[in-house]
C-alpha cells in the first residue's frame, strides 16, 4: 500500500475522492510523521489533533454518502502563526502574543477550511516575522530538515520546513519580502508569493495594517509540487470582501508569448556560481520545451529597495514599544539594523517613497508587455548559514543585499514563484520566476517546466 505522505496533495485529494484512500488514513499517517519529526524541526508550534480527526471524519462520512467533495477534501495543511484561526493564538512569534486568540478565521484560512482542508498545526515564524531565519523566544528554534545548520528560511521558515518533511502536503505562508519564497528555496521546496489582491487576508485580532504591509503583504502556499501549488493557490484566492484590496480577477489570463527574460545578476548585484549555474540550467529545459528565452535589459530593481525597507520600517517603527517589551535578542538586533539602513520617514518622505513605487509599476508592466516572465535569482547566495543575520552587522547588510531579488517585487505587488531545480548538491537550490499581476498562471506554467517533483525528507541531522 502507498504511504500516504508520499504522496503530493493532489493525489491524495483524488484518491479520497475515489475510495481508494479515507481522509482518517491519510490524517494518521501524517499524525505520526508530525510525531517522528517534529521533535527535531520545531516546525509545527501548535497542534490540533482533536479538531483535525474530526474534519476528516466529516469527509470520510460526506464521501460514504455520496457528496461531492471540494478540491483539498482530505489534503493535510499548515497554517502559520501569524494569521487568525478561530480558538488558536495568534502569536507572530511573540510571548505578547501568547494569548491572543482568534474569534474568527483569517480568509486564507476559511478558504482552506471551505476547500476541504485538514489543517493539522500551525508553524512557526521569527518574531514579528521579521527575518529571513526562524527563531523566536516562545517557541523557539525552527530546524532545517536538508540541512540543520542552514536556515530554513524565513519568516514562513516553519512552513517551508514543515511541507518539505511530509508534515502536510500544503503549507500556509506570508510574504512581504520572501517570506514564502525564501523558505521554499531554502527548504528544497515550491513556493508562491500571489499577487496584491489575489488571495483575501485580515487579521480581526490585530485590525487593518498601515499602508507598507497594505501594499506588500500578501498570503501564499508551499508545497512539494507545482499542480500543489495550482490546487492550493486555487482554494486560497475564493473572494473574500473582508480585505479591501481584494480583486476577483480570474485565475487564468490571456494567452501570452512563452517569452523569458533572464536577469541574472539584477542591477550588477553579487550572484553566487551556484545560482548563476541554477539560472543557465532553467533557461536551457526552457529552451528545449520551445519557450524563448532571451537577455533583454530590465528595469531598475535596486532604487525600489531602499522604498520597500523605508515603508516597511514605517509599519515597525509604530511598535517600536511592542518591539521593547518583547525583546527577543533577535528582533532587537534586526530591528536596530533596519533602523540602521532606513531613516525614518517624513510625509514628504513618504510621498516621495510611493512616487518611486508609482514609477517602477509603470517600467515593470511596460516591460511584462513584451517580456511576460522574468527568470532571476530567488537570492544572490546560495542558502544561508543558520542566523548569520544577526552575528554582526556587516553580516546583517551581506544578507540583505542578496536579498535584492525577494524585497523589491513586493513593492510592485508582483506575484512571484520559487522552484526548486536541484537537490544533488550540499544544499538546496532553485530559481525564481516573476510576472505582471495576476499572472499566476504564467508563473505556474513556467515552473512546471524546469520544477523538480520533490519527496518528502527526514531530517538529516539535529542541533542540541
Given at each position: ?285 526552457l529552451q528545449a520545451q520551445g519557450w524563448e528565452v532571451d537577455i533583454p535589459t530590465p528595469p531598475p530593481l535596486r532604487e525600489g529597495l531602499a522604498v520597500q525597507i523605508a515603508l516597511w520600517m514605517a509599519d515597525m517603527r509604530r511598535i517600536e514599544e511592542a518591539v521593547l517589551r518583547e525583546d527577543d535578542p533577535d528582533a532587537r538586533f534586526i530591528y536596530d539594523q533596519f533602523c540602521r539602513i532606513s531613516p525614518a520617514l517624513s510625509a514628504d518622505g513618504l510621498m516621495d517613497a510611493l512616487r518611486v513605487r508609482s514609477r517602477l509599476v509603470r517600467l515593470w508592466r511596460q516591460f511584462f508587455e513584451e517580456w511576460p516572465l522574468v527568470l532571476c535569482p530567488v537570492s544572490g547566495a546560495v542558502p544561508f548559514a543558520n542566523n548569520i543575520d544577526v552575528r554582526s552587522p556587516e553580516d546583517f547588510d551581506q544578507v540583505i543585499e542578496a536579498q535584492l531579488p525577494q524585497i523589491v517585487p513586493p513593492l510592485m505587488g508582483l ?50
Amino acid at each position: 500500500m502507498t504511504d500516504p505522505i508520499t504522496l503530493s496533495a493532489t493525489a491524495i485529494a483524488q484518491a479520497i475522492r475515489d475510495g481508494d484512500l479515507g481522509a482518517k488514513e491519510v490524517l494518521d499517517a501524517t499524525l505520526s510523521r508530525i510525531d517522528e519529526e517534529n521533535p527535531q524541526l520545531n516546525a509545527i508550534v501548535a497542534r490540533m489533533d482533536d479538531e483535525a480527526r474530526a474534519t476528516a471524519h466529516a469527509i470520510d462520512s460526506a464521501r460514504l454518502r455520496g457528496d461531492d467533495l471540494p478540491p483539498l477534501a482530505g489534503v493535510p495543511v499548515t497554517v502559520k502563526v501569524n494569521v487568525d484561526q478561530m480558538g488558536q493564538a495568534t502569536t507572530n512569534g511573540l510571548r505578547l502574543q501568547s494569548g491572543l486568540i482568534g474569534d474568527e478565521d483569517n480568509p486564507v484560512v476559511a478558504n482552506l477550511r471551505r476547500a476541504g482542508a485538514v489543517i493539522v498545526g500551525r508553524t512557526n515564524t521569527p518574531a514579528f516575522s521579521l527575518r529571513w531565519f526562524t527563531r523566536n523566544s516562545l517557541h523557539g528554534q525552527t530546524l532545517n530538515p536538508y540541512d540543520a545548520l542552514l536556515t530554513p528560511g524565513g519568516s514562513s521558515g516553519g512552513a517551508g520546513a514543515a511541507v518539505a518533511a511530509g508534515m502536510g502536503a500544503i503549507a500556509h505562508g506570508t510574504d512581504i519580502a520572501g517570506s514564502i519564497r525564501y523558505p521554499a528555496y531554502a527548504c528544497g521546496v515550491h513556493g508562491l508569493r500571489p499577487s496584491l489582491g489575489r488571495v483575501p487576508a485580515f487579521n480581526a485580532t490585530a485590525g487593518d495594517r498601515h499602508i507598507g504591509g497594505q501594499l506588500m503583504a500578501v498570503s501564499g502556499p508551499l508545497a512539494r509540487t507545482i499542480p500543489d501549488l495550482r490546487l492550493a493557490f486555487t482554494a486560497m484566492a475564493a473572494p473574500d470582501l473582508r480585505d479591501p484590496w481584494f480583486m476577483p480577477v480570474p485565475l487564468v489570463g490571456p494567452p501570452a508569448h512563452r517569452r523569458v527574460a533572464l536577469i541574472e545578476a539584477p542591477d550588477g548585484m553579487a550572484v553566487a556560481t551556484e545560482v548563476r549555474t541554477a539560472l543557465h540550467a532553467a533557461a536551457a529545459q526552457l529552451q528545449a520545451q520551445g519557450w524563448e528565452v532571451d537577455i533583454p535589459t530590465p528595469p531598475p530593481l535596486r532604487e525600489g529597495l531602499a522604498v520597500q525597507i523605508a515603508l516597511w520600517m514605517a509599519d515597525m517603527r509604530r511598535i517600536e514599544e511592542a518591539v521593547l517589551r518583547e525583546d527577543d535578542p533577535d528582533a532587537r538586533f534586526i530591528y536596530d539594523q533596519f533602523c540602521r539602513i532606513s531613516p525614518a520617514l517624513s510625509a514628504d518622505g513618504l510621498m516621495d517613497a510611493l512616487r518611486v513605487r508609482s514609477r517602477l509599476v509603470r517600467l515593470w508592466r511596460q516591460f511584462f508587455e513584451e517580456w511576460p516572465l522574468v527568470l532571476c535569482p530567488v537570492s544572490g547566495a546560495v542558502p544561508f548559514a543558520n542566523n548569520i543575520d544577526v552575528r554582526s552587522p556587516e553580516d546583517f547588510d551581506q544578507v540583505i543585499e542578496a536579498q535584492l531579488p525577494q524585497i523589491v517585487p513586493p513593492l510592485m505587488g508582483l506575484p512571484g514563484l520559487a522552484v526548486t531545480t536541484d537537490l544533488s548538491g550540499p544544499t538546496p537550490m532553485g530559481v525564481q520566476f516573476l510576472a505582471a499581476p495576476f499572472r499566476e498562471d504564467l508563473l505556474l506554467a513556467a515552473g512546471q517546466a524546469v520544477a523538480l517533483e520533490v519527496p518528502p525528507i527526514r531530517a538529516r541531522a539535529t542541533i542540541a
